[in-house]
T-cell receptor, first 112, second 111 residues
Framework: NAGVTQTPKFQVLKTGQSMTLQCAQD?????MYWYRQDPGMGLRLIYY???????DKGEVPNGYNVSRLNKREFSLRLESAAPSQTSVYFC???????????FGPGTRLTVT | QKEVEQDPGPLSVPEGAIVSLNCTYS??????FMWYRQYSRKGPELLMY????GNKEDGRFTAQVDKSSKYISLFIRDSQPSDSATYLC???????????FGKGNQVVVIP
């Protein structure tokens, strides 16, 4: 099993450009999450999907949109990137919102 | 007051020592507790998962939860250089509530 996979691994964008971060899990998990991790700030939840067909805002949703494409895939879109969105983005999944989450390897995004 | 407090470190210990990490929290509804290990430039990986109070042991790792004091701990026995990483605590109240993470504690095990 690959677990949670994320693409791309690295990305550099110019301010105003858009992009989509892809995430897929092969553990048949119901719940999926997007986090960003910044120095001194820890992990902050952007959006999550408790089950297929539902999405909800997390702690820092502004500037992002998500799509739960199917049970396996959960994408994060930046419509108009800003330097403040420079961060490492992690996708995670869990069998149930109450259970432990499993993380992907991350995407390092730089916005110039 | 932050929901979860964790000393960022760094904590440096000699190889073979016991590493002691802890988190305090303010939400008495938390009942699911986790510890993650994160190597540099990698994603967090789950180390320990416990429900409610008590101890859980897995090899060299022991997790403790004291709900009366709102305090959780992770102990690493016989520490190895490969244990050098950032350790994050996480907890949840359950019922579709989100995980609350500590900011992480960097550990360096010196050979």
């Amino acid at each position: 099993n690959a677990g949670v996979t994320q693409t791309p691994k690295f990305q550099v964008l110019k301010t105003g450009q858009s992009m989509t971060l892809q995430c897929a899990q092969d553990m048949n998990h119901n719940s999926m999450y997007w986090y960003r991790q910044d120095p001194g700030m820890g992990l902050r939840l952007i959006y999550y999907s408790a089950s297929e067909g539902t999405t909800d805002k997390g702690e820092v949703p502004n500037g992002y949109n998500v799509s739960r494409l199917n049970k396996r895939e959960f994408s994060l879109r930046l419509e108009s990137a800003a330097p403040s969105q420079t961060s490492v983005y992690f996708c995670a999944s869990s069998e149930d919102p109450n259970y432990e989450q499993y993380f992907g390897p991350g995407t390092r995004l730089t916005v110039t | 007051q932050k929901e979860v407090e964790q000393d960022p470190g760094p904590l440096s210990v000699p190889e073979g020592a016991i590493v002691s990490l802890n988190c305090t929290y303010s939400n008495s509804a938390f009942q699911y507790f986790m510890w993650y290990r994160q190597y540099s430039r990698k994603g967090p990986e789950l180390l320990m998962y416990t429900y409610s109070s008590g101890n859980k042991e897995d090899g060299r790792f022991t997790a403790q939860v004291d709900k009366s004091s709102k305090y959780i701990s992770l102990f690493i026995r016989d520490s190895q250089p490969s244990d050098s990483a950032t350790y994050l605590c996480a907890m949840s109240a359950g019922g579709n509530n989100r995980l609350a993470f500590g900011k992480g504690n960097q550990v360096v095990v010196i050979p």
